[in-house]
């Protein structure tokens, strides 16, 4: 069974310019996270998906960012404009969403972005 | 509001010696807690996790962790490591049962394993 895929697994880009970060879940996984690492900080929670809903966008860090979810398969992350401190690695992750599994999320392996 | 520490950044230890990285939480609430790892170049792994029921987790790769709720603790031991353990481990917490499966992680222990 194939894991959490993204692409791309890096990028640098420049100040104001675009990125689109691309994930595609394990199949049949209805729940789709997207978190952040910025260098040498915690791992935060950006959003999480319910099939194309968006369940929780509470940690989205501000209006340059936007995350879809299309169909309910893969999803897309926009940074535009990108500024310096979006520079970090972006997980995507994923779960089922029945009882038993005791909440255990599936990661990929990140993209990692630099903004220059 | 929920919180992860790891107070430990990094932790180097000879290869074959005992290791245990630590985390403590805060939650006003019961949590479920986990831990991940990461190795060069490649994604997190999940090494175990802590739902209910016995305190003493065993995970994958000979490491375990045992919860302490009056310590608020979920710290991770492995009493032999090996070079191929070298790696970052991340401890995380989510709240049960919060619905949204979001979790909180700490910042990180970068576990280097000398020979």
């Known amino acids: 069974e194939a894991g959490v895929t993204q692409f791309p697994s890096h990028s640098v880009i420049e100040k104001g310019q675009t990125v689109t970060l691309r994930c595609d879940p394990i199949?049949?996984?209805?729940?789709l996270y997207w978190y952040r690492r910025v260098m040498g900080k915690e791992i935060k929670f950006l959003l999480h998906?319910?099939?194309?809903?968006?369940?929780?966008e509470s940690g989205m860090p501000n209006n340059r960012f936007l995350a879809e979810r299309t169909g309910g398969t893969y999803s897309t992350l926009k940074v535009q404009p990108a500024e310096l401190e979006d520079s970090g690695v972006y997980f995507c992750?994923?779960?089922?969403?029945?009882?038993?599994?005791?909440?255990?999320?599936?990661f990929g392996e990140g993209s990692w972005l630099t903004v220059v | 509001a929920q919180s992860v520490t790891q107070l430990d950044s990094q932790v180097p230890v000879f290869e074959e010696a005992p290791v245990e990285l630590r985390c403590n939480y805060s939650?006003?609430?019961?949590?479920?807690l986990f831990w991940y790892v990461q190795y060069p170049n490649q994604g997190l792994q999940l090494l175990l996790k802590?739902?209910?029921?016995?305190?003493l987790v065993k995970g994958i790769n000979g490491f375990e962790a045992e919860f302490n709720k009056s310590q608020t603790s979920f710290h991770l031991r492995k009493p032999s490591v090996h070079i191929s353990d070298t790696a970052e481990y991340f401890c995380?917490?989510?709240?049960?049962?919060?619905?949204?499966?979001?979790?909180?992680f700490g910042t990180g222990t970068r576990l280097k394993v000398l020979a």
């Open positions: 992750a994923s779960s089922q969403d029945k009882q038993g599994r005791g909440n255990t999320i599936y």
């Open positions: 199949s049949g996984h209805d729940n």
């Open positions: 998906f319910v099939k194309e809903s968006k369940q929780d």
């Open positions: 939650s006003s609430v019961s949590v479920y």
């Open positions: 802590y739902l209910s029921g016995s305190t």
């Open positions: 995380a917490v989510s709240e049960n049962p919060s619905g949204t499966y979001k979790y909180i």
